[in-house]
């Protein structure tokens, strides 16, 4: 298999066995790549899951504070006008402590790229209830299930930043691969990484165009959620995509192409 410019050589995935955050990080060497941005590209890391970018991705990389990727890549953008630079966050991350970064670098249209990661809980602490964590969902710290009564209604981070007129695209996919039944055996379908693949190179088109971009990957956290990997990918099918349904919300420049 061809080396990608963008992993370091002899990495090794160190993600726990059937989380998506390793696929997406893949996903968006390749899309550097294909782009020819890769020596251009920075990276800001958040907290979370993502942050172990900085063991794979063979680019340059900045670590940021819990929660503040968009205001650190909003200063480096401003001094390196011609970087790529993206951040990967968590739904934690994204929109607990950093929901203003969120909101106001995208309420600027600064163009940079956040890819968020939801997989409705705090994965790397343990699994406590996100903003993401859809009623009635066993967390950590929810042992009989979100009560929305008590702690509000989910955030939907699309339709919130469709509210605001600056950002260039937005959209929400599934990354986390559909289980197909076989006579024995399960299969795992491609589609997902596919289309997630191409978001992202939206999403990078979108940047190099002088746009906000921003996607949304619904994946899974089988270790936390306490489940098979299988029955995490049925439960990103089945439930996550049904609360977070899958759906280009903005594209100004005409970029997206996954078909419907
Ligand atoms: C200021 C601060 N508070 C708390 C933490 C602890 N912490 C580490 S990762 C994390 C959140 C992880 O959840 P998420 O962003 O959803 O990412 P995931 O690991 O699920 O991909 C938190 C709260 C921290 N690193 N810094
Ligand atoms: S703790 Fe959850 S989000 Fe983090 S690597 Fe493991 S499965 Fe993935």
Redesign the pocket.
Known sequence: MKQLSAIIPGAVNT??P????GLLLKLIAMALEELGITEKAVMVGSV??ST?AFKFLNIDYVQAPHGRAPAVMTGIKEVEPDSIVFAVQ?DGDALSIGLQELFYAANRGIPVSIFM?N?M?F??TG?QMAPTTPEGMVTMTTPYGRDTAKSGPPIYSCEMLSGLSKPSYIRRVIIAPKPIQLKDRVMYSSREANQSYKAIISAFKTQMKGGFSYVEFL??????WKMSILDSKKYAHNVSAKVYQPALFRDKFGVDFIES
């Not at 059937?18 to 955050?21: A, F, I, V, Y």
Request: charge should be negative.
């Open positions: 993600y726990c059937g989380c998506e955050h979370g899951c172990l968590g990661y997989n809980v994965g790397m699994g994946g899974t956290c089988n270790v936390n």
